[in-house]
Structure formats: C-alpha cells, structure tokens
C-alpha cells in the first residue's frame, strides 16, 4: 500500500534568510521525492549590504520581525480573517503558555506578536516541524529554533533540528507542485548512489559522498575561506556590492576569463581540500599595484580571471573524485551553485565522464525553507525527531 505523504512545515533562519516552507514528502529512503507547496522566503540582503555582510545582531532582530508574517504567508493567511479563529483557543493550558513565554524570554515583541497572531489559529495538519539548527549564525538560529519549539509545544506536532548544509544538498530532491508533468526527464529527480556531491555555500566548500541518503562521508572541505566567501571578498576588493557572487557572475560576463592568470590553489593536490585565501590575497596584491582608473577598466577582466581560476580548482578536483570513487551522478548544493558558468562547466566536464549532474533550480540554490523540509523528510523516515528542551543551535558542524 502507498504510504501517506508527509507533510512538513520547515523553518529556515540561519543567516541572512527568513523563509518559511509547506513541503509534501513521498516515497521510501531509495526514492524520496518533496515536493514544494510553499516556499516562501525574507531575504534581508538590502539591510546587511550598507555593512558589506551579515551582522548577526541584525539579522536576529530581522527574524524576529519577520517570521510571523512569513508564516502567515506561507499558510496564506490574512490576519483580518476571522474564520480562522480556533474556537478552543481559551482553553490552551497555563503550562504550555508557560513554556511559551520560557521560549520567548530574549524576543518579548515575538511574544506578544505570538500571542495575538498565532495562539488563535486553528492547529494546521502537518506531520512534521523542521528548523535548522546548525551551521549559522547561532542568534540568527535561535530565532528559527525558538519559533519552532513554540508552535511544536503550542500544536503538539512532532519536531526536527536539520543540519543547514544536509538542506542544501537535498534541495536537489524538491519538485516545484505541479510541475510532474513539466519536467521532461523525470530521472533528474532520482539520486542515483553513490554520488558526490559539491556544497559550496557562504560559509562551506566540501565534498562529500554519498552511498545513500543519510550516509555521508566527508572526502575533503576548503581549509580557510569557503567559495561564496572568496566571492563576497573579492567583490569587496573590486568595489561591488554584497553579497558578492552575483555580482562578480554579472560582471565577469563582461570581462576576458583568461586577463589574468591567478592561482588556482590545491588543484593538483591528491587529497579533496581546497584552498580560496591565496587566490583572494592574489587579487589584492594585483588591485593595490593598479591606479583608480586602471582598476575601473579591469574590473571586468578581474572578475571574470577570479571566477575562471575559482570553477576551474572546483571542477578538476570534482571530476577527479566522481573517477574515483566511481560514483553515478554528481549533485551541486549551496548558494555558489547558483553560478552560471560553474554549472555550464561542470556540467560539460562531467559529460565527457558520462555522467549527470544534477542541479536545483536557482531560486532553491541560496538559503530556503524547503530544502530543510526535504532534508528533514529523508531523517523523519528514518524515525528520527529532536526533543524540545535539548534542540539548540550549533554554530559550527
Ligand atoms: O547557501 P547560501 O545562500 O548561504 C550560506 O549558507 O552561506 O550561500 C550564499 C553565498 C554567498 O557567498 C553568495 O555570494 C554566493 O553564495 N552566491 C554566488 C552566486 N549566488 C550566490 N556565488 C557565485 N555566483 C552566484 N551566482
Ligand atoms: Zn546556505
């Protein structure tokens, strides 16, 4: 008999991204499939970019403000609409008001906003709460996982502390509702084992094998900046904005990849560790040799140099580890795989391999709900849940 889906409400705050998403999980650990009902996501960026990054403090305040209103987004609530009072509303007992208000100690504008906008809805049908709760930012986390732990004790639904960079490789598991028929090679949505999958976030470069889902096996990991940090720093260097991927993308289309031969750190080393902090260094010391004018005109070159030596290290050590740990299929995660010409690239080498890659849309390659309601999803079948009052967050894995 077919099991009944999974339905999972996944809360996301660890950095600079306050999203709320409604996921429907179905099949087994050899197959899951999750698919997206809502995704809804607050990205803070235009408050952090005047600091040229995320300040914490900020970022915790911004949550704080915006999850309910995201929440109620996401369950497509109007605050006006009367017919979602819950008629057992008075009858929600002191102790678990109590443990409410415990919660919300640090946030009193979150309690009292709980309170009037959240005690009176009708208790939801989900199977599931999902937050993250490592890596990030741990008062930005404590946000998520405080909200969390209050609708958990507030509706009874069972709940799931989700490892941030799980999320980002499940997000290769999300399907958009309603886009079954859409998609043309329904394979794409099917993890053949083992894979390798390539995180590369703001805070993470690793790869890591797979030999099925919720059996990972770290192969190698960046041993100073992460990749989405080199951007944001080299964008910082070149005068762009935060963050600084996208903006080093756009410009670098402008730009001669091959201006400036940079260094591409560890790309010959056997081991799967990458290094990005020479290859910044680099540019500075190229930036300070240059005059105003000189560094105005080479923007283009500089950018499209960094992003070229960056893909290249990144391709060559992926391709060498998908040899040779023979794996089937090949999955790109995090924030920085958003980038256009990393996924042309990769996806052109790993042909000439004959292998697949597979590759979230844009939208579900930077920070969102749904990929920790996929990776919580994978745990929950594996009858896994986290308890309350020992749920906390881990800044670092
Ligand atoms: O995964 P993510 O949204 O947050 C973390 O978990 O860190 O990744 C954010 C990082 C930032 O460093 C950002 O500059 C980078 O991903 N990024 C990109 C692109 N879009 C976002 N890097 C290169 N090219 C892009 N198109
Ligand atoms: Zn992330």
Redesign the pocket.
Known sequence: MKDKPTKILAIET??D?TSIAIVKGEGNLKNPRVIIIKNEILSQIQIHKEYGGVVPFLASREHERNLIPVLYRALELNYANSKLQNPNYKKITKSKIQKINGLFERYPNLLKEFKEKILPLEKPDFDLLAVTHKP?LEPALWVGINFAKALHILWDIPLLGVD?IEG?ICANLLMQAGAKLKIKNQKLKIIEFPALALT?????TQLVLIKKWLNYKLLGETLDD????A??KT?RLLNLSY????E??KIAKMGNPNAFNFPRPLINSKDYNFSFSGLKTSILYTVQKMTKTELKKNIANLAASFQRAVVEVLVKKTIRAAKEYEVKQVLLA???S???A?RNELTIALKKEGLELSMPELIL???NAAMIGAAAYLHFKNDETSNWKTLKAVSKN
């Open positions: 660890s950095c991204e990030g941030h980002h590369i976030s703001g805070g993470h992460a990749t989405g940090e951007f944001d964008a963050p600084g991927g996208p080093i993308q995090g924030g920085v958003a980038n256009k990393l390659c930077t920070d």
